[in-house]
């Protein structure tokens, strides 16, 4: 069974940093994309950032540079370095890669912002 297991996610100050890990069991075979969603009480899940195998990245408007993607291929893990947090930064960030074809989904690491 394929799992994404999440970590990372708590509760942080406004300006504080986060880094959220995820990594993939090594049957999910050859992976081609990984990347952070995360989805706010209320609203839909929207893309944070992504990185192919080549280390390609695409970020969101709203990261704005406060955050950095970056993956270790050798692992099956993908890391999101969240800088400069806001409180609309608050929200549930889940992992999503896509390997063999298929698309698949972490459960999900809480992120709170607030003081």
């Known amino acids: 069974q394929v799992q994404l297991v999440e970590s990372g996610g708590r509760r942080v100050q406004p300006g504080g940093s986060l880094r959220l890990s995820c990594t993939a069991s090594?049957?999910?075979?050859?992976?081609?994309?990984m990347g952070w969603y995360r989805q706010a009480p209320g609203k839909q899940r929207e893309l944070v950032a992504s990185?192919?195998?080549?280390?390609?990245?695409n970020y969101a408007d709203f990261v704005e540079g406060r955050f950095t993607i970056s993956r270790d291929n050798a692992k099956n893990a993908v890391y999101l370095q969240m800088n400069s947090l806001k409180p609309e930064d608050t929200a549930v960030y889940f992992c999503?890669?896509?390997?063999?074809?298929?698309?698949?989904w972490g459960q999900g690491t809480q992120v709170t912002v607030s003081s």
């Open positions: 999503r890669t896509i390997a063999a074809g298929y698309i698949h």
């Open positions: 090594k049957n999910i075979g050859t992976i081609t994309s």
């Open positions: 990185i192919t195998t080549g280390r390609s990245t």
